[in-house]
């Protein structure tokens, strides 16, 4: 990683077609708060421990001001709080693909989005360290 470990360079930002219908075809999933996760192992390298992409959902929030609002809370958290789950893809010598879909009902504030996303890098981390040993 080049950059600081503090960023979300967009290498980082899962867009490749072909991987995110292998993670709706192969991947795991799990409900944690106003989050739903799926992830999965990557198939192919790619050059951070994990990439990840975000949704919210047009039925609950449609003004796409208030969904790129909740975009830019939940890229905020992931930056500040991805680094135990890098670290620990980096100790395993693995690589993940994950998708945040945001299923809540109202706008939240950062402290809330914040809280989320540490309960489900610490979810992921269960979920890896169950699957490997």
Known sequence: MSQGIYSFSKKEHLSNKRSISL???KGYSFWSH????IWCYSDRPIPFPAQMAISVT???FKRAV??????RLVREAWRLNKNSLYD???GKDRQIIIMLVYTGKE???FHDVNNQIKNVISKILLLL???EG
Do not use: G, Q
Not at 34 to 37: A, C, H, R
Not at 66 to 71: A, F, G, H, L
């Open 23 to 25: 993670l709706f075809e």
């Open 34 to 37: 106003s989050f739903s996760v």
């Open 58 to 60: 047009k039925k609950s």
């Open 66 to 71: 208030d969904r790129n609002r909740i975009k």
């Open 88 to 90: 620990l893809l980096k």
């Open 107 to 109: 706008i939240p504030d």
């Open 129 to 131: 360290s169950a699957r």
